[in-house]
Structure formats: C-alpha cells, structure tokens
C-alpha cells in the first residue's frame, strides 16, 4: 500500500495502523465475524490511535464474514463517529460488499463513508482533503 505504518496494534480479530499522513487503516483476520463488543473495542483502540481527533478511515472489510446487527448500528453511530471524519470502506469479496451496502443503506452513517474496490482507490478519495488549503 502506499504509505508508511507509523503506529500499528491488533487484536484478535482486527489490524490497527495509522499511516504517516494520519490515516487510520483497519482490516480483520480471515474469518471475522465481529460482534457489538468487538465494535465497542474497535472504537476504543481507534479512538486511543487517532489521539481522540477524528482521521480518515480506510476500513478494511475483506475478511469480515459476518457482522450483528448490534455492531453495525454502533459503528453508524455517535461514538465511533468521533474517531473518523469520513471512511473508505473496501469490500473486495462478495459478503463484504453484502455487509457494506446493508451499512450504508441500513445504517447510514454519521460521516462521509463509501465503499471503493480497492485500497488505492480508497486511499485516493481519503486524500483528497488532505491536500487542500
């Protein structure tokens, strides 16, 4: 990917890492299937990571096999929405892209997100404010 890790963290099921530019990356082991605690706990490692002022997203879904109700509405909400000021979701397998348009139509989030086919694409759109006066 085009960007230099500066800080990275995991847990069990997902990948933490923020790039030089102040991007927060995530992405899950194979096989995830995240629950309500697991959004809760993402929230608060992302939260910790970005020093409390929300970074862009780039969001890894490709491994995410199945995620509750619960979860999604947390991640669509008020706290999580504290960590990011918009988000690239990147759904490359058929069930991501399932999970990330029941996200988006379903939940609508409170920032800016959209669903790319790949990290590059993603990582453009993040960059784009990030390059203006």
Do not use: Q
């Amino acid at each position: 990917m085009d960007f230099k890790v500066i800080e990275e963290r995991r847990n069990n099921k997902i990948i933490f890492k923020i790039s030089d530019d102040n991007i927060l990356f995530t992405s899950c082991v194979p096989n995830t299937e995240m629950t309500i605690e697991d959004g809760k706990e993402s929230t608060r490692i992302s939260a910790e990571m970005v020093k409390y002022e929300p970074r862009p997203l780039l969001c890894d879904l490709t491994n995410v096999v199945r995620m509750t109700k619960e979860c999604r509405k947390h991640f669509a909400g008020v706290d999580h929405a504290k960590t990011f000021n918009k988000a690239a979701l990147i759904v490359t397998s058929p069930i991501s892209r399932l999970i990330g348009n029941f996200f988006l139509g379903l939940n609508k989030p409170l920032k800016p997100t959209r669903l790319f086919n790949s990290n590059e694409e993603g990582l453009k759109w993040l960059r784009e404010d990030l390059n203006r006066p």
